[in-house]
């Protein structure tokens, strides 16, 4: 069955970098867009970033736009989020996913990814 696993996250100070990661089994990998969401206690589970299927294209959010990276290795079957320069309201839970949608669109909604990973936490101090 598809897996998607994160890993990489941690509790850092603010101005820290962290490189979130994400390893996914049991699908083509190339044939997905990718993404990165994540979800602060009591609040909606929000868009961070997206790359295309081949990694040609990317997304970011505003709120991370400048400091937050999306890459992916598809030889590794990997999606990464290279984050630099945190700030505590980056604190949260870290979702990877994965989007079977046919076409070149770069979704920023919940509802167009089909597979999900568990989430690893990010705390970011003050």
């Known amino acids: 069955q598809v897996q998607l696993v994160e890993s990489g996250g941690g509790l850092v100070q603010a101005g820290a970098s962290l490189r979130l990661s994400c390893t996914a089994s049991?699908?083509?990998?190339?044939?997905?867009?990718t993404g990165w969401f994540r979800q602060a206690p009591g609040k909606e589970r929000e868009f961070v970033a997206a790359?295309?299927?081949?990694?040609?294209?990317?997304y970011h959010a505003d709120s991370v736009k400048g400091r937050f990276t999306i890459f992916r290795d598809n030889a590794k079957n990997t999606l990464h989020l290279q984050m630099n320069s945190l700030k505590p309201e980056d604190t949260a839970v870290y979702y990877c996913?994965?989007?079977?949608?046919?076409?070149?669109?770069?979704?920023?909604?919940?509802?167009?990814?089909?597979?999900w990973g568990q989430g690893t936490q990010v705390t970011v101090s003050s």
């Open positions: 996913a994965a989007s079977a949608t046919l076409g070149s669109v770069l979704h920023t909604t919940v509802s167009a990814y089909n597979y």
């Open positions: 790359i295309s299927k081949i990694g040609g294209s990317t």
């Open positions: 049991g699908l083509t990998f190339s044939g997905y867009t």
